[in-house]
């Protein structure tokens, strides 16, 4: 499995919309859908630290690594 | 689409055309005189002739100026020596072996295919422009016919050394003058270092496109 992203369940943690955080972090809607999917290949400091900011939660809340 | 791509698109365009059209000149106006020989020989009921296109080389060293001519300007004899000889053999040698025939035929052939080869190119070309105009030049197509075209010109370097090795064994079956030594030599380096360079453009282009991909999945 690798490196996972658990974006959407702290987006239903905070009640927030895909549409309202990506208006939030300043970062469209396709990039954040990326994202959220796990299709991403990397993520930017920049980006963790607006969504960590915006969600109130560690980088780990967002990302977790599980082994295969 | 840029500014400077156009430019060099255009460039590329018109040398193509120019070269392409000298290159059908200059082999029409060979293929009338050969056509025009071929029919006053057969008219005077000569078959058995062969048209010797080569270079001459001296035996002994790089050049041996045999002859002499007066130099129109100056009224100087002028010694000299003549490198590209089309001789027009009416008798051929008895015992010429099959195979140069073979070869001499398969390279004629060959010619054909090296015109059709050089037609298809510009094809792919515009393909390739006219995806660069949509913004889509990162695909993995464009960088199969990039690498399409530097195999084509690779080809046609190696068709081209076959039918000059073919050419100069049939030049030396047909012929056999004193202290000289002939050649078909066009070794067409632009032709093999143009392959040679796309090849490599092709492959820097898949890594390319791999990099942009990665950055477009970077969020």
Redesign the interface.
């Known amino acids: 499995m690798g490196v996972i992203v658990n974006l959407d369940v702290m987006m239903a943690k905070r009640k927030i919309s895909l549409n309202e955080l990506s208006q939030r972090v300043d970062?469209t809607q396709a990039?954040?859908s990326?994202?959220k999917t796990g299709?991403?290949?990397?993520?930017?400091f920049s980006?963790l630290n607006a969504l960590c900011k915006e969600l109130d939660c560690q980088p780990g809340d967002i990302l977790e690594f599980r082994e295969d | 689409m840029n500014g400077k791509l156009k430019i060099y698109c255009a460039c590329l365009a018109i040398m193509y055309v120019i070269f392409f059209v000298h290159n059908v000149y200059e082999g029409a106006k060979f293929a009338i005189a050969g056509f025009e020989i071929g029919y006053t020989q057969g008219k005077s009921g000569n078959d058995n002739f062969n048209v010797c296109v080569s270079y001459m080389t001296p035996v002994d060293g790089s050049a041996t100026f045999p002859s002499t001519v007066i130099n129109e300007k100056t009224g100087e004899e002028v010694r000299f020596e003549i490198r590209q000889m089309i001789a027009l053999v009416s008798k051929s040698p008895e015992n010429i072996p099959a195979y140069v025939k073979i070869m001499y035929i398969t390279a004629s052939i060959f010619g054909f295919i090296i015109f059709a080869l050089f037609v298809y190119i510009p094809f792919i070309g515009y393909k390739i422009m006219k995806s660069i105009t949509q913004n889509a030049f990162y695909s993995i197509r464009n960088i199969k016919k990039i690498r399409k075209i530097s195999l084509i010109l690779l080809l046609i370097f190696t068709i081209n050394l076959l039918v000059n090795f073919s050419a100069t064994i049939s030049v030396n079956a047909y012929l056999l003058i004193k202290g000289y030594r002939a050649y078909v030599n066009d070794f067409n380096y632009s032709l093999f270092f143009t392959g040679l360079v796309l090849l490599i453009l092709s492959e820097i282009l898949l890594y390319t496109k791999s990099i942009k991909?990665?950055q477009d999945?970077?969020?």
């Open positions: 970062i990039n954040l990326i994202l299709k991403a290949k990397a993520i930017r980006t | 991909e990665e999945l970077t969020v």
